[in-house]
């Protein structure tokens, strides 16, 4: 599998009215297994990012992610998935934004 990857900037943002733990999840998917606003994708997490924000605090992430073909697969997409960690049950929950890339990988 040839690997390469790219550099690009994430923004969180926390209007929640107070204080927050965030955390991006990056996936590599296919069309079938992009996540929806009330399910996150299935594909296996390759990386995250973690950070805590106060009310109406932006955090800006500058990533560099991992992009290979899926499956054999060459057009794949590239999802971000933000997770908020829910203090009173100990856990982390999908909050239902994501924010995806469409890519098409040229296998030289």
């Not at 996540?35 to 805590?52: K, L």
């Not at 605090?57 to 999802?79: F, I």
Request: proline share 5%; hydrophobic share 45%.
């Amino acid at each position: 599998m040839n690997s390469s990857s790219v550099e690009l900037c994430i923004s969180v943002a926390n209007y929640l009215g107070y204080p927050a733990y965030f955390k991006v999840v990056y996936k590599l998917a296919l069309n079938e297994t992009i996540p929806s606003n009330s399910t996150p994708s299935p594909e296996q997490v390759v990386m995250e990012w973690r950070t805590v924000l106060s009310d109406r605090e932006e955090r800006k992430l500058l990533v560099n992610v991992p992009v290979h073909t899926l499956r054999g697969e060459t057009h794949v997409v590239l999802v971000f998935e933000l997770w908020i960690f829910d203090i009173t049950r100990g856990v982390w929950s999908y909050t239902g934004r994501w924010n995806h890339l469409h890519i098409n990988i040229v296998v030289l």
